[in-house]
């Protein structure tokens, strides 16, 4: 990763950290993301992994659109989903799924995967199974709407 990257990650955590309930021991942010459409889930957690509640919904998105502009790779595409796991002794796990279903709920509309595809084009060797399916059936909807326009 880059320096704007690095540093935007840190912005992220840092914004955490400044969020969490009195009493936390870890936070766990998770992300899904598409150009039309993002979800965020953040809890946390304390002593024992008991539930301290939920964390009101930061004003992240931009930043996370950003940061997914940031990291996209020609021909490997943008990333799908991500979660941070912060912990107060300053331990950090941070993943990013390129890859895996990021099993949005509920579910997607499959043209919102076309327009992520043509915002983050992806090389064929690329493009997962369960992505190619989606982005096939978002093209054939799409067909078949511009079709019925034109019997109109």
Sequence with gaps: MDRRT???IGEIC??????????WESITLEVWANVMAYEV??????????????MRQLALTEQ????????????????????????????SEISFNFDEDPNWTP???????????EAYP???G??????????????ELERQHEAAQDDQ
């Design 122 to 124: 992806r090389a064929d």
């Design 126 to 139: 690329h493009i997962p199974p369960w992505l190619r399916r989606l982005v096939d059936q978002g093209h």
């Design 64 to 91: 996370f659109q950003i940061l997914r502009d940031e990291m996209y790779e020609p021909d490997k595409g943008a990333w799908l989903s991500a979660r941070f796991i912060l912990r107060r002794t300053g331990d």
């Design 6 to 8: 690095d540093t935007r």
């Design 14 to 23: 840092e914004a955490l950290r400044a969020g969490a309930p009195v009493g």
């Design 41 to 54: 889930a953040v809890s946390a957690q304390g002593a024992g992994g008991c539930f301290v509640g939920e």
């Design 107 to 117: 579910e997607l509309h499959p043209m919102m995967f076309v327009r992520d595809l």
